[in-house]
């Protein structure tokens, strides 16, 4: 569980899963949101085809080696390790508000 519990931190709540739902209920759902301490490449490629999308970025790129300068997933998963932090296995699939994100056709 993350540490923020311990604190009043007002709207970081939701992040602990106790929160008001904005419909006269509050909601206990500590499982609502987790946390990755490792970076998820296809998740970064979605982010830079958003910039491109909305007119951040222009011109022609490649998104993977982008991420790969950014992220350094396989130096991140080495350092995780040192921690004896569970790795978690491998994202397969991204699915962004309903919709399956393909990373390899941005």
């Not at 007119?55 to 130096?75: A, L, P, Q, R, W």
């Not at 080495?78 to 991204?94: E, F, G, M, Q, S």
Request: aromatic share 8%.
């Amino acid at each position: 569980m993350c540490l923020l519990d311990c604190f009043d931190l007002g709207g970081a709540r939701i992040h602990v899963g106790r929160y008001a739902d904005g419909l006269g209920k509050v909601r206990n759902e500590p499982d609502r949101t987790d946390f990755r301490p490792q970076p998820v490449d296809d998740m970064g490629i979605w982010m830079l085809s958003q910039l491109k999308r909305w007119g951040y970025i222009k011109g022609d790129m490649n998104y993977k080696t982008i991420v790969d300068s950014v992220f350094h997933s396989e130096e991140a998963q080495t350092r995780v390790a040192a921690l004896n932090v569970d790795i978690v296995p491998a994202i397969d699939t991204v699915t962004i508000m309903g919709k399956l994100f393909d990373a390899a056709r941005p």
